[in-house]
């Protein structure tokens, strides 16, 4: 699958099918994730699955009962080692690397849950304590987040996005004029809005 297409073809999905992930999936999934930048290289992210049902519902429950949460056939939960991380960087590094890590781990996870045909979303919204206790998780690990896993049971889906003018700013923040010299851009936002419109009566 093109990249461009991954990015922009991968959803929140929350309605999944009754079919079980392949393993040879998860492998290539989890294998992603462990690719991602991290600082210093120092890949203090750790992953657990869940799929057993009860299992699954400790997490949903944990998920103050997001009730979609419950239907997935496979659940990664990100962790972060917090001492790996505080050794290195001190406080910065365990109340930023450490969460910029996971975060890009998170990310090649579910891009490439996509690219093999799965859809995924992730829960941020969870009682850190439960989920400890639950799963046996130390002191020194940090849950940085949940993500859902499998065939997803939802149609199409569109997503809007805020044009490129309205988040860019040029040389410094909330500054939206530009020297046309040093940023030869408008032409080529205008195709690039042009394409997504066209793409957008695709649909229709």
Same mark, same amino acid.
């Given at each position: 699958m093109d990249l461009e297409e991954c990015i922009?073809?991968?959803?929140? $999905? *929350? !309605?999944?099918k009754d079919k079980d992930v392949e393993w040879e999936k998860v492998v290539k999934i989890l294998d992603a994730g462990n690719y991602a930048p991290s600082s210093g290289n120092i890949q203090n992210w750790e992953f657990i699955l869940v799929k057993d049902s009860k299992n699954v519902e400790k997490v949903a429950n944990s998920c103050?009962?997001?009730s979609f949460v419950i239907e997935a056939p496979l659940i990664f939960i $990100? /962790?972060?080692e917090i001492s790996k991380i505080r050794r290195l960087y001190g406080?910065?590094? #365990?109340?930023?690397?450490?969460?910029?890590? /996971?975060a890009m781990a998170s990310q090649n996870i579910m891009l490439m849950a996509y690219s093999l045909g799965l859809g995924s979303c992730f829960v941020g919204a969870f009682d850190e304590d439960t989920l400890k206790e639950d799963f046996n998780i130390p002191d020194n690990i940090q849950v940085m987040g949940i993500i859902t896993l499998g065939? @997803?049971? #939802?149609?199409? !889906? #569109?997503?809007?996005r805020q044009d490129l003018e309205i988040c860019t700013f040029y040389e410094k923040y909330?500054? &939206?004029l *530009?020297? $046309?010299k040093t940023f030869p851009l408008n032409n080529m =936002?205008?195709?690039? =809005?042009?394409? $997504?419109? &066209? *793409?957008?009566? @695709?649909?229709?």
């Open positions: 922009k073809g991968r959803r929140s $999905i *929350r !309605l999944y103050y009962n997001q $990100i /962790c972060a406080e910065k590094g #365990e109340k930023v690397y450490s969460i910029q890590n /996971c065939y @997803s049971n #939802e149609g199409d !889906l #569109e997503v809007r909330n500054n &939206t *530009r020297n $046309i =936002l205008k195709k690039r =809005l042009k394409d $997504i419109k &066209t *793409r957008k009566k @695709s649909f229709t």
